[in-house]
């Protein structure tokens, strides 16, 4: 079974407002990650949080990481309208080996 | 020019014929990925590679057989597609650090008749 859920599955907001989305998992993690897709094209990384980290910034987003609930939530500030587009969280699990898990995603439209 | 090419991007073929997707990267990662994206089911491990010697099987496996011909080169091909593994896949790779980034190719879509 998938380890992370995103929810909510879909989100649609009017350009300049927030959008948060949250990842949910099941097992100990080595770190986080969130990722965007256009559509028709590849994942591409945006951020990273450890987790023995709690929060982290990088430019409009801001990731936090609550281990003991196993969740994290992705805040988008002021969106744009070419923030549309699904956000996936990935786990790196802990394990003997490497293991990305990745979530099923949120799809985000942001109306101009 | 793509840190991350997959060929061919789009491909239509019939039950029972055998397809090799290609994955090349000019990142220099040891690691590459193959995943399958499936609508509400997110993306699915199908093999990785750490090294050019070491293949392992993911989470989907069934089905696929992998080639790692180079550090920079790493194939998936169906034996003989069934129109179950319609999908769009994906290559991927990252450095050699546990948890690190990966980055990915812009996928092929492959549809089984």
């Known amino acids: 079974s998938q380890q992370g859920e995103e929810d909510p599955q879909a989100l649609s907001i009017q350009e300049g407002e927030n959008a948060t989305m949250n990842c949910s998992y099941k097992?100990?993690?080595?770190?986080l990650q969130w990722y965007r897709q256009n559509s028709g094209r590849g994942l591409v990384h945006l951020i990273l949080i450890r987790s023995n980290e709690r929060e982290k910034h990088s430019g409009r987003l801001r990731v936090t990481l609550d281990t003991s609930k196993k969740s994290s939530s992705l805040l988008i500030t002021a969106s744009r309208a070419a923030d549309t587009a699904s956000y996936f969280c990935a786990t790196a699990v802990i394990s003997g080996t490497y293991k990305y898990i990745f979530g099923t995603g949120t799809r985000l439209k942001v109306l101009a | 020019d793509a840190d991350v090419t997959q060929t061919p991007r789009n491909r239509i073929t019939k039950t029972g014929k055998r397809i090799m997707l290609e994955c090349s990267q000019t990142k220099g990662h040891d690691r590459m990925y193959w995943y399958r994206q499936d609508p509400g089911l997110g993306l699915r491990l199908i093999y990785y590679?750490?090294?050019?010697?070491?293949?392992n099987k993911g989470e989907i496996s069934d089905g696929y057989s992998v080639s790692r011909q180079a550090q920079a080169k790493f194939s998936l091909s169906l034996e003989s597609a069934i129109p179950n593994q319609t999908a769009l896949y994906f290559c991927a790779t990252s450095g050699t650090t546990t948890g690190q980034p990966q980055h990915f190719g812009d996928g092929t879509r492959l549809s089984i008749l």
């Open positions: 097992t100990s993690i080595n770190n």
């Open positions: 590679s750490f090294d050019v010697k070491d293949i």
